[in-house]
């Protein structure tokens, strides 16, 4: 399984991006959990975002109402809308898929099986 993550760049406080990320080598991408994790400089890996098997959304306080993650199940790609965006926003975004008919929600790095490089995000005027 890939993950191939696109649409990072330069933003100015308050625009919008979007992420995708698109995965390859999975059959059905409904039986997966998917998420957004990001990694400012000099900073751990953090849980931005998740949305499970049965499209329940979940989201970190500091995005809550700025971002939203949404899926393409037939183009087996997992989207990231970042609106508002501010300058503590910039980071590394990566996805993450795990398999999961579950509808629990996942937002543990460990708790997932596949990675994709990532994609940087700067917020700078």
């Known amino acids: 399984v890939q993950l191939q993550a696109s649409g990072g760049g330069l933003a100015p406080p308050g625009n919008s991006l979007r992420l995708s990320c698109k995965l390859s080598?999975?059959?059905?991408?409904?039986?997966?959990?998917l998420a957004w994790f990001r990694q400012a400089p000099g900073k751990e890996r953090d849980w931005v975002s998740c949305i499970n098997s049965a499209d329940s959304t979940l989201y970190s306080d500091s995005v809550k109402g700025r971002f939203t993650i949404s899926r393409a199940n037939a183009k087996k790609t997992v989207y990231l809308q970042m609106d508002s965006l501010k300058p503590e926003d910039t980071a590394v975004y990566y996805c993450?898929?795990?398999?999961?008919?579950?509808?629990?929600?996942?937002?543990?790095?460990?708790?997932?099986?596949?990675w994709g490089r990532g994609t940087l995000v700067t917020v700078s005027s």
């Open positions: 080598g999975v059959n059905n991408l409904d039986y997966h959990a």
């Open positions: 993450a898929a795990k398999p999961s008919i579950m509808t629990a929600m996942y937002y543990s790095s460990s708790d997932y099986s596949y």
